[in-house]
């Protein structure tokens, strides 16, 4: 049990010690990237969605006539 211990005792002195955590600007920078990112990729699905969508509708509609 006790080398459980020291391991996590290692592991948070290495967090503090040897890694190198980015600036908050940096954390704000990154985030907002990501953000943006997320709902442009989100958007792009959504309009190919749509619009294999129509082109379905579109194709069974003539199959269907």
Do not use: C, H, P
Request: glycine share 4%; no cysteine.
């Amino acid at each position: 049990m006790s080398g459980i211990v020291r391991y996590i005792a290692d592991s948070f002195e290495e967090l503090k010690t040897n890694v190198s955590w980015l600036t908050w600007n940096e954390v704000q920078n990154f985030t907002i990237t990501v953000a943006v990112f997320s709902i442009l990729f989100s958007l792009a699905i959504w309009g190919i969605d749509e619009i294999l969508s129509n082109a379905l509708s579109v194709f069974l509609g003539w199959l269907k006539s």
